[in-house]
T-cell receptor, first 111, second 112 residues
Framework: DQQVKQNSPSLSVQEGRISILNCDYT??????FLWYKKYPAEGPTFLIS?????DKNEDGRFTVFLNKSAKHLSLHIVPSQPGDSAVYFC??????????FGAGTILRVKS | NAGVTQTPKFRILKIGQSMTLQCTQD?????MYWYRQDPGMGLKLIYY???????DKGEVPNGYNVSRSTTEDFPLRLELAAPSQTSVYFC???????????FGPGTRLTVL
């Protein structure tokens, strides 16, 4: 039973354009949502998060939007850069400070 | 600060062998976690700890054991390695009051 789903395995975007990565969840008790970025042969690194009581959080080129009624969040990267090419994981915080991860989306930014 | 360190980086085991994956953090974080990542899948929680002497099972604990005798160290033990345990293992830590976890570089384990 996948509580956090990233339905797009991959996404290809031109440099300078917007990248939009999507994530759906089923558990309404999640209180925080996080995005992690992962390069090959490295551990995931924290990118940005949003509380369940907010609908938007912005940090430089990265913005996360949360639609609680639809149980959907998205990560926007504007403008996209070749160095953004990585796997992006959506995660949700469950009880006991545990994270539930989606399967990830591979982002390729073409120059 | 080195952050979260894991050893070894790579290991090949034969079926039935045992090994310990080491994880150390120097950030004085209370919470520590072990995940495994299989190809095309997200990270799945194996075990976690909220402080020295306290551990609990995650989503996929079978075949593994952990201990937490100090704040810094959280080793993961595989007693009888099976091919299904072929995976990349990540250790993470988090401070009380924070929501983001900090990850180590991972250990790639192959069981043949």
């Amino acid at each position: 039973d996948q509580q956090v789903k990233q339905n797009s395995p991959s996404l290809s975007v031109q440099e300078g354009r917007i990248s939009i990565l999507n994530c759906d969840y089923t558990n309404s008790m999640f209180d925080y949502f996080l995005w992690y970025k992962k390069y090959p042969a490295e551990g995931p690194t924290f990118l940005i998060s949003i509380s369940s009581i907010k609908d938007k959080n912005e940090d430089g080129r990265f913005t996360v939007f949360l639609n609680k009624s639809a149980k959907h969040l998205s990560l926007h990267i504007v403008p996209s850069q070749p160095g953004d090419s990585a796997v992006y994981f959506c995660a949700a915080r469950s009880y006991g400070n545990k994270l539930v991860f989606g399967a990830g989306t591979i982002l390729r930014v073409k120059s | 600060n080195a952050g979260v360190t894991q050893t070894p980086k790579f290991r090949i085991l034969k079926i039935g062998q045992s090994m310990t994956l080491q994880c150390t953090q120097d950030m004085n974080h209370n919470y520590m976690y072990w995940y495994r990542q299989d190809p095309g899948m997200g990270l799945k929680l194996i075990y976690y700890s909220v402080g020295a002497g306290i551990t609990d099972k995650g989503e996929v604990p079978n075949g593994y054991n952990v201990s937490r005798s100090t704040t810094e160290d959280f080793p993961l033990r595989l007693e009888l390695a099976a091919p299904s345990q072929t995976s990349v293992y990540f250790c993470a830590s988090k401070d009380r009051g924070m929501h983001e976890q900090f990850f180590g570089p991972g250990t790639r384990l192959t069981v043949l």
